[in-house]
Each structure stands twice: as structure tokens, then as C-alpha cells.
């Protein structure tokens, strides 16, 4: 059964494809705008109000996306990444990259859209750990660091994340998490 959900309700998805691009970018924009305080993340992403987009400054080439989608097609979650260390979101914040030779990722954004349907064990177990880590384990990577909210990190720690080093940065406070492949 894992097997089945992984193959046909989760993928990597191409941001310069004009319509995934353009249903991810508006998306990201309906999660994040929502936000209370969003001065830091306008400055680190690329917001458009006018079409209610955000993109990364990162180019699209250097970053993996994916989406776990639900039994109607519809894009409930995503995941995107950096596998390639020319570019990096954590040092935004601060925290600088680990003193190590082993291969890691970054995981730069996780969200779910408005058709997600809260189901946790899916999210963790489908898409995360079956899916995307799979994929990172792929890429080389022995390790995934993030940074993370105060309000998100019990979910994070659930998950098995641990925190490696925690920022007040702009009036706020942020945690770099790492998850061991």
C-alpha cells in the first residue's frame, strides 16, 4: 500500500513548468501571506501582491520541490529543498553551515495548502520519511537541516528533528534543526 501512495500521490514537481510553477507560486503566497509578521520573509522571497506569488531567490534550477497530492489531484503539501550548497536559506538567519564533509540538504520551505486534510501520518510517514527523505538519501545526503518557528518546533521534535542551534533574529526567534538521515 505504501508503495501505491508514494507512486501516485507523490512527485517532484518542476517550478519553470507554467503550470506547476504558477499553482505552486500561488500557494506558497496563500500560506505565507496569512502570516502575522512577514517583514523578514519579504525581504529573503521574491512576493508579488499584485498576482499573490511568492518565488525563492534562489534559481528555480538549483531547488527541488514536491508535492504530496490528495486523491483529487489537488496539491495538499509541499517540500522544496537545496541539495546543491552554492545556495543556502539558514545563513539568512544567522546560523552558519556545518563543519562536516558528509552531504546534507535544507530543506527551505514546508507547507500544505488549504486542501490539506490534516492527516499527520500521511505527512510524516508517506510523504516525509517515504518520499522525500528517500529522495534526499538519493541525492548522497546524510543529514537535512531546516530552520523552524517556535510554534512549529514541537512538530519538528515529534518528528525526530533535533535542535542544533536556536537565533532571536529580527525580534524573532528561530531554531536550526537537523534530521539524520
Known amino acids: 500500500m505504501q508503495t501505491y501512495v508514494v ?3 507523490c512527485r517532484r514537481i518542476d ?20 502570516l502575522k509578521e512577514q517583514n523578514f520573509l519579504r525581504s529573503i522571497w521574491n ?21 504530496f497530492r490528495n486523491d483529487k489531484a489537488q ?16 545563513d539568512k538567519f544567522g546560523f552558519q553551515p556545518p563543519m562536516t564533509g558528509e552531504k546534507y540538504g535544507e530543506i527551505i520551505t ?7 486534510d490534516g492527516n499527520l501520518y500521511n505527512l510524516e510517514r508517506t510523504f516525509l520519511k517515504g518520499y522525500c527523505f528517500e529522495q534526499s538519501r538519493e541525492q548522497g545526503c546524510k ?15 515529534k518528528w525526530n528533528f533535533k535542535i542544533i542551534e536556536t537565533r532571536h533574529f529580527n525580534g ?6 537537523r534530521f539524520d538521515l
Not at 514546508?110 to 490539506?116: G, P, V, Y
Not at 543529514?143 to 521534535?157: E, G, N, V
Not at 524573532?172 to 534543526?177: N, P
Open 172 to 177: 524573532a526567534i528561530r531554531h536550526l534543526i
Open 47 to 67: 512576493w508579488d501582491d499584485e498576482k499573490k506569488t511568492i518565488r525563492f531567490n534562489i534559481p528555480n534550477e538549483h531547488i527541488t520541490m514536491y508535492s
Open 143 to 157: 543529514f537535512l537541516l531546516a530552520t523552524c518557528t517556535p510554534q512549529l518546533i514541537r512538530l519538528y521534535l
Open 110 to 116: 514546508l507547507f500544505s495548502t488549504t486542501d490539506f
Open 7 to 9: 507512486d501516485n500521490f
Open 15 to 34: 517550478l519553470d513548468h507554467p503550470e506547476d510553477g504558477k499553482e505552486f507560486e500561488k500557494h506558497f503566497y496563500k500560506a505565507f501571506n496569512k
Open 75 to 90: 496539491s495538499v503539501i509541499y517540500v522544496g529543498g537545496l541539495y546543491d550548497r552554492s545556495y543556502c536559506q539558514f
